[in-house]
């Protein structure tokens, strides 16, 4: 017999079940996670577990779209600024503290395997929600640079935005610089900052930076 749960309670578990998967599903993926991991600290049954997500994949889905408000959240500063080469490094520098600091967010960059399961179950729209909060900022900041002749034009925005996000591939692969990373991260934002900016918009928006 299914256990009814009331409001209240259905409430404390939800949020003890993402709070659980979010560190799980970070430290050891979606798959090496058990249900048993799961519920144990909710204190319910593993069958329990379908009276609140239909799946593993659906559990993971709303840790990620719970975590990229936060995740925009620390974009918003350099997103606000006028673009121009400083300020670039300056929002490729937040990507790559993100993925710094963030476990969770770290590990969905660098498993795509693991997204694209998700995507498999819960279907890529139910995915897509994250978007608005990371994603179409980025991209909406690039379209108005190119549009004010601030960044490059012979590529579209998602083009740009992948070359701002490839800088992170520099602190995912951080062990292999050594004592050297930071220089190595320093020298690969500005430059690609240099790369992707006009020449009219050196200058531009460096002022208190």
Avoid: W
């Avoid at 017999?1 to 939800?14: C, K, N, P, W």
């Avoid at 204190?43 to 009276?51: L, M």
């Avoid at 593993?56 to 779209?65: A, T």
């Avoid at 740009?160 to 692969?173: E, F, H, P």
């Amino acid at each position: 017999m299914a256990v009814a749960f009331t409001a209240e309670e259905r409430a404390r578990i939800t949020a003890c079940l993402l709070d659980t998967a979010e560190e799980l599903f970070a430290a050891q993926g979606l798959k090496k996670t058990t249900l048993e991991e799961l519920v144990a600290p909710a204190g319910i049954a593993k069958g329990s577990f379908y009276a609140f997500f239909d799946s593993k994949e659906e559990l993971y889905k709303e840790v990620m779209i719970r975590r990229a408000p936060l995740v925009g959240e620390r974009l918003a500063a350099s997103l606000g600024r006028p673009p121009g080469p400083e300020a670039l490094a300056a929002l490729m520098r937040d990507l790559a503290d993100v993925l710094t600091s963030d476990p969770f967010y770290r590990r969905l960059i660098t498993r795509p395997d693991e997204l694209a399961a998700v995507a498999r179950r819960v279907g890529p729209d139910e995915v897509a929600r994250i978007t608005p909060y990371v994603l179409t900022p980025l991209l909406d900041y690039v379209a108005r640079a190119q549009r004010d002749g601030l960044v490059v034009r012979d590529a579209g925005p998602d083009v740009i935005v992948g070359v701002l996000r490839a800088a992170g591939l520099v602190t995912v692969n951080r062990h292999l610089f050594g004592d050297a990373y930071e220089q190595v991260l320093d020298a690969t934002v500005t430059a690609l900052a240099r790369g992707l900016t006009t020449p009219g918009a050196h200058g531009t928006g460096e002022r208190g930076a």
